[in-house]
């Protein structure tokens, strides 16, 4: 009996509980913990032998992040309350490392190879601290809220929106030489390029003239589906006239060989594939498929675009 009432009320709780009405979750627990440990992580371990460090404390970091936003109005909260903690968290970035991206965060961070090959926002300190993460202020103690914070689409200046456009500002003005930009041609309902993305808002109009030298854009589809836009038409073309306009050099590359090769890594068998296949084993024919007994183990395929329609959960653009 005992029992029965306590699954009845589990499911009364489940079933009134905001977190399980909508998919909106409050700040993350624990959110300052996991700023300070993720820091000493970039800084002791993962970056430290690859981009040059920030010169703030990691508990002073944590904390001037946590004061941006706590106690504050979740709606309303401008990208100038979290520039002390940009600035205190800010590096240099190395030249022709800097990676773009929009609409394909999996793929360019596959790419990026934490830092190896490029270096994208999230593998800055200032992306990496709260990359994933949840938050919001409120009036009333303790000053964040932790059962629910609003969704982008929900107010204006929502406080991890007004984070990440100051975030990307930051980036894009820290970006030197060669800068990087990849993005998916194969969406029917978005272009690889708009003027209202974070990319068109925050971080072309604010690349320094006279750092940058050239805008790289590496345009990718997934194996299976057309290319909706390529290099030479569609957004691409207003991208081009939108950079040349600020004077760098404009360059687009439809599926590089680096892109496609990834991207078959998770889909040996797919004809697209079949590329290494067929040069190195000219005797095999199509039929013959990625050896059996080795196939990628994976728990599931990764989708390294971001699906079409419900972007809620997903970090910017
Ligand atoms: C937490 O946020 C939710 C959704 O915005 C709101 O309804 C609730 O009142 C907030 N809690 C506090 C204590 O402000
Ligand atoms: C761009 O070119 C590709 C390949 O020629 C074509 O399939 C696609 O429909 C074109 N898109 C636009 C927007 O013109």
Not at 1 to 29: E, I, W, Y
Not at 86 to 91: F, N, S
């Amino acid at each position: 009996m005992a029992l029965q009432m306590f699954f009845v009320l589990s499911l009364l709780l489940a079933m009134t509980s905001p977190s399980a009405s909508d998919n909106n979750p409050g700040t993350t627990p624990h959110i300052q913990d996991i700023c300070i440990g993720r820091c000493y992580d970039y800084s002791q371990i993962k970056y430290k032998s690859v981009l040059p460090q920030a010169s703030g404390s990691c508990e002073e970091l944590a904390d001037k992040f946590f004061t941006a936003f706590s106690h504050q109005p979740p709606c309303s909260l401008s990208m100038a309350h979290y520039q002390p903690f940009m600035d205190a968290a800010k590096q240099a970035l190395p030249e022709d490392k800097a990676l773009f991206w929009s609409g394909v965060k999996q793929l360019a961070h596959e790419y990026a190879g934490d830092g190896r090959r490029f270096v994208t926002l999230e593998d800055t300190l200032i992306g990496y601290l709260v990359d994933g993460l949840v938050w919001c202020g409120q009036g009333s103690p303790p000053g964040q809220n932790y059962s629910r914070c609003p969704s982008w689409n929900d107010c204006p200046l929502e406080s991890s929106e007004s984070f990440w456009a100051a975030a990307s500002k930051a980036f894009a003005e820290s970006a030197r030489g060669r800068v990087t930009v990849m993005t998916d041609g194969s969406r029917a309902d978005r272009p690889a390029y708009r003027r209202d993305s974070f990319f068109g808002k925050y971080e072309l109009p604010f690349l320094n003239k006279a750092l940058v030298t050239s805008v790289d854009v590496i345009l990718t589809h997934p194996l299976d589906q057309p290319a909706v836009e390529t290099c030479e038409n569609g957004s691409l073309v207003q991208l081009m006239q939108d950079v040349t306009a600020r004077g760098f050099n404009f360059n687009c590359e439809d599926d590089p060989q680096a892109i496609l090769h990834l991207l078959c890594a998770d889909d040996p068998v797919i004809r697209e594939c079949q590329l290494v296949t067929k040069y190195m084993f000219p005797g095999r024919g199509d039929s013959e498929k990625y050896h059996p007994n080795h196939p990628p183990v994976l728990n599931s395929k990764p989708n390294l675009f971001e699906s079409t329609g419900n972007t809620a959960g997903l970090p910017y653009y």
